[in-house]
């Protein structure tokens, strides 16, 4: 019992090993040096066998059942992981702050939850927030793997021009010295970068706008430039998509309504959470990446020199993206403007329209009711529509760069009108031209004043006829509900009181003859007017 704690080191069992090696597996002398070693040690010769067996054996570091809970069914574990991980996603915001592992589990012990399976309450006590936490990382229930997006979807268009990313961005510039307009209202416009990438090849074209804010008229005439002919790059046409954000512009009925004239199809992100765990605009990069090389490589050079006017601006700018374009494309052997040039559509390029065409696509409805006066002021200018519409509520079409006005009443269209000087100076006296509707009125008018009536229409025809005999007809008499006692008194009660307070004395005080008058009045009627001259009549001509 002295020698249980004796452990025999390493070396040795190392040295005995070699030692054994080179003896025959039956040799007197392998047990000859097993038992000098356990005797130098004071063990048996069997523990040095087992000491020799188990040098530098592989042993498990984990236990048998990793891996699976051991205080509770794996199963109802799995349960009540899962509801914990349900109850955090319901209560998350948008913030990130969701439910706590401890507060989850108080609210799933005091009170349970109700599922389609029923209702879920573990006793108190059994679930820890340690080992829940722990499951729910291992199994994946954990917030960071539910709240999740799913995996990025990457796309590329086959052709050029078949679709293009469109995005507005601030200029790290934000004003320039001398705008183009400026509003003293609102200050100082900001300086925007409008752009367009093609999705197929990359190549970028980029203006300076200096705008109140995203509008669908800065937007138009962006992306009217962008799809006309060009001198200085060969990027033009009209694509047959447009990717944007959903911003004022795509929500614009103008921009909508010239898309749809231009044949171009528009589509916008899919806003967060629309399918689950979604985040906002995941596949712009492409029109985002050229404006990171703008304001890193081209407006960073302000600092020496800044654009006195927008025109100055957009030329430095195009001057920079051509050699943008110019540039290696991000997989293809070629540069940017090479790969859309080679990659064209077999029917070619869909040649843009002139800007008076365009202008006739950008209008804008607006539902507005006609002066008396059939005129209209939209910002200031006066039209002068026809006269069939004064007075009626119709759709205004007016343009955003044009001064052509359509107005549209009753599935029929009217126009175009343009802006007159307004209303006529005093001491003047114009004429106008008489409408379809008042030409019929005035027609109408006119026969109203010729035609007659016969006189028999009023006193009946001459002739003499016979006395027609009157039937009476059975009537029912109206009977008033009276709900307010208006009319009857309640009761006999009700009565005698308004009895005693019109005499001014009570009824006790009354001789019997009276008293017996009273009581047969009040059990023949209830009527509040008979009784009153009853009383009236009686005691006035006894007094």
Same mark, same amino acid.
């Given at each position: ?11 040795? $069992? ?12 039956? %040799? ?66 948008? +913030? ?16 349970? =939850? ?45 052709? #050029? ?8 961005? !601030? ?7 001398? !705008? ?15 752009? =367009? =990438? ?5 190549? &970028? ?22 799809? &006309? !002919? ?27 309504? @010239?898309?749809?004239?231009?044949? @171009? ?8 959470? %629309? ?34 006017? *927008? ?11 051509? +050699? ?10 070629? #540069? ?52 069939? $519409?004064?007075? *009626?509520?119709?759709? $205004? ?30 001491? /003047? ?10 030409? /019929?009125?005035?027609? =109408?008018?006119?026969?109203? *004043?010729?035609? #007659? ?56 005080? $009354? #001789? ?17 007017? *008979? ?13």
């Amino acid at each position: 019992m002295a020698n249980r704690g004796i452990r025999i080191p390493a070396e040795t $069992l190392l040295a005995l090993r070699t030692r054994l090696a080179g003896l025959p597996p039956r %040799s007197a002398a392998r047990r000859e040096e097993v038992g000098r070693i356990a005797g130098l040690f004071g063990v048996s010769p069997s523990t040095v066998y087992r000491a020799l067996k188990s040098l530098h054996q592989p042993k498990g570091l984990r236990r048998s059942d990793r891996g699976k809970p051991r205080g509770i069914q794996e199963r109802d574990l799995a349960r009540y992981c899962e509801i914990i991980a349900a109850l955090k996603m319901r209560t998350s915001n948008r +913030k990130g702050r969701h439910l706590s592992t401890t507060r989850a589990i108080e609210l799933l012990e005091e009170h349970g =939850v109700q599922t389609p399976e029923g209702h879920v309450q573990p006793p108190k006590g059994l679930l820890k927030r340690s080992t829940v936490n722990r499951w729910l990382k291992d199994w994946g229930y954990d917030q960071p793997r539910m709240t999740r997006a799913a995996p990025a979807a990457r796309f590329e268009a086959r052709h #050029s021009n078949a679709c293009w990313q469109f995005d507005i961005s !601030p200029s790290d510039l934000k004003h320039i010295a001398q !705008p183009a307009w400026l509003d003293p209202k609102r200050g100082q416009p900001t300086m925007m970068l409008y752009s =367009v =990438v093609d999705d197929r090849s990359g190549t &970028s074209y980029q203006e300076y706008r200096c705008v109140y804010g995203e509008d669908a008229e800065s937007a138009l005439r962006f992306l009217f430039n962008a799809m &006309s !002919p060009k001198e200085d790059t060969e990027f033009q046409g009209i694509p047959g998509m447009i990717y944007l954000d959903n911003g004022p512009v795509a929500k614009s009925l103008v921009f909508q309504t @010239v898309m749809e004239r231009l044949g @171009v199809e528009w589509k916008t992100h899919m806003p967060a959470g %629309s399918d689950g765990a979604r985040v906002t605009a995941r596949s712009k990069g492409k029109v985002e990446r050229p404006f990171r090389t703008v304001k890193e490589a081209h407006e960073t050079l302000y600092h020496f020199h800044e654009p006195e006017t *927008e025109a100055e601006a957009n030329l430095w700018l195009r001057n920079f993206i051509n +050699k943008y374009n110019d540039k290696p494309h991000r997989r293809e052997p070629h #540069s940017r403007i090479e790969d859309w040039v080679a990659n064209l559509p077999e029917t070619g390029i869909r040649e843009m329209c002139s800007w008076e065409r365009f202008c006739a696509f950008a209008r804008e409805p607006e539902r507005r009711k006609v002066a008396a006066d059939a005129h209209v002021s939209i910002d200031g200018a006066f039209y002068e529509v026809d006269g069939d $519409l004064a007075g *009626e509520e119709v759709l $205004l079409w007016w343009g955003l760069f044009d001064h052509e006005l359509f107005v549209e009443w009753q599935d029929k269209r009217y126009g175009p009108y343009r802006p007159e000087g307004g209303p006529i100076p005093l001491h /003047r006296y114009r004429k106008r031209k008489s409408s379809p509707r008042e030409k /019929r009125a005035e027609a =109408v008018a006119k026969l109203a *004043e010729q035609i #007659s009536l016969p006189r028999a229409a009023l006193g009946g025809s001459g002739l003499d006829a016979a006395p027609a005999e009157i039937v009476p007809l059975p009537k029912v008499r109206f009977s008033d509900p009276d709900p307010w006692g208006q009319i009857s008194y309640e009761n006999a009660l009700s009565a005698r009181r308004a009895i005693s307070y019109l005499l001014d004395r009570p009824l006790a005080e $009354l #001789s019997q003859e009276d008293r017996a008058f009273i009581g047969d009045l009040v059990g023949r009627t209830l009527n509040k007017a *008979e009784i009153e001259a009853a009383i009236k009549q009686r005691f006035r001509r006894e007094q």
